[in-house]
């Protein structure tokens, strides 16, 4: 079983900056894809970024601000986002999927960017 635990949101003015960290525990594969979505109220869940076999790819509303990476000796991937702006504000989950069958999600953290 895989269990993810997310931290770093919070409250953040608009162009300000946060780190989310997601520490997964259990049987991680380095090479398998980690990231992170986001949903905000009313609106579908959306990829932010993802890391899989060395390669990332990002969401065009988030290029050039956020960047994501990932320690493979901690089990955990991280999510640098800069120059926030008020809709970027969302609940964040990182998640991790070994397989194209199989994703495990974390609990969600909040990011609010507001003035």
């Known amino acids: 079983q895989v269990h993810l635990v997310e931290s770093g949101g919070g409250l953040v003015q608009p162009g300000g900056s946060l780190r989310l960290s997601c520490a997964a525990s259990?049987?991680?594969?380095?090479?398998?894809?980690m990231g992170w979505y986001r949903q905000a109220p009313g609106q579908q869940r959306e990829l932010v970024a993802t890391?899989?076999?060395?390669?990332?790819t990002y969401a065009d509303s988030v290029k050039g601000r956020f960047t994501i990476s990932r320690d493979n000796a901690k089990n955990t991937v991280y999510l640098e986002m800069n120059a926030l702006e008020p809709e970027d504000t969302a609940v964040y989950y990182c998640?991790?999927?070994?397989?194209?069958?199989?994703?495990?999600w974390g609990q969600g953290t909040q990011v609010t960017v507001s003035s």
């Open positions: 890391m899989t076999s060395g390669s990332t």
């Open positions: 998640y991790y999927s070994p397989s194209t069958l199989v994703a495990y």
């Open positions: 259990g049987r991680i594969l380095s090479l398998a894809a």
